[in-house]
């Protein structure tokens, strides 16, 4: 997805040679033009699949999952990372590791929101070892949901979140496929493959 590559180019920041920092359009400060393509984006790239539902992770997953609900017409669930007053029982949970944050932290959705009826598109910021969209397809695994797939808006080619979900057959779309942060600069992989 060209716009998305050329904010990357533009406005990302390669903080080491395995962390990209989209603070300015994603990850703090939101772009919604952008979003709004995102959204149309995994709306095309998932038409055909009879999605009834996104499921994402609080809170970086949740601008371009509405979007995307928005294209699709369909409503959306963002997993919550702490346990809130009012989301205590009658859940579905996960345990996420992060390498990054080197942390454990369970994932939470109310079963209210789930059903072994519903198509689940799962969509997150990033992808990176994988154990973020793990934890995602878990929570459908428990609803007894079908899956869809799993779209990534920023996918980091070089780690081995794609492998790890291939793995277990699931299908992967990422808007962006970065090959390489070495040296200060992002570079992408030519095709955005599933
Ligand atoms: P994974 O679970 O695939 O290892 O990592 C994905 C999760 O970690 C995403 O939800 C994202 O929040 C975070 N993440 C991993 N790598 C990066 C990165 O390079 N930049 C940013 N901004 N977030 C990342």
């Known amino acids: 997805m060209n716009l998305l590559k050329q904010k990357i180019i533009s406005e990302g920041n390669v903080l080491s040679d395995s962390v990209l920092k989209v603070d300015a359009f994603l990850n703090h400060q939101v772009d919604p033009v952008l979003m709004q393509?995102?959204?149309?984006?995994?709306?095309?790239?998932?038409?055909?699949?009879?999605?009834?539902k996104i499921l994402t992770l609080e809170s970086s997953g949740i601008a371009p999952s509405v979007m995307a609900g928005l294209a699709m017409g369909v409503p959306v669930i963002f997993a919550r990372k702490r346990k809130s007053l009012t989301l205590t029982d009658h859940l579905y949970s996960a345990a996420v590791y992060?390498?990054?944050?080197?942390?454990?932290k369970e994932i939470s959705v109310s079963q209210d929101y789930i059903s072994s009826d519903d198509v689940v598109l799962v969509i997150d910021d990033f992808l990176a070892n994988g154990q973020a969209a793990k934890g995602l397809v878990s929570i459908v695994e428990q609803a007894e949901a079908s899956l869809a797939g799993v779209g990534i808006v920023i996918e980091k080619g070089f780690q081995d979140g794609r492998d790890v979900l291939h793995q277990h057959g699931i299908r992967v779309?990422?808007?962006?496929?970065?090959?390489s942060l070495a040296d200060g600069n992002a570079t992408f992989h030519n095709e955005e493959a599933s």
């Open 37 to 52: 393509a995102i959204g149309e984006e995994f709306a095309s790239r998932f038409a055909g699949e009879k999605v009834t």
């Open 173 to 179: 779309e990422s808007l962006a496929i970065i090959d």
């Open 98 to 104: 992060s390498y990054t944050k080197n942390e454990t």
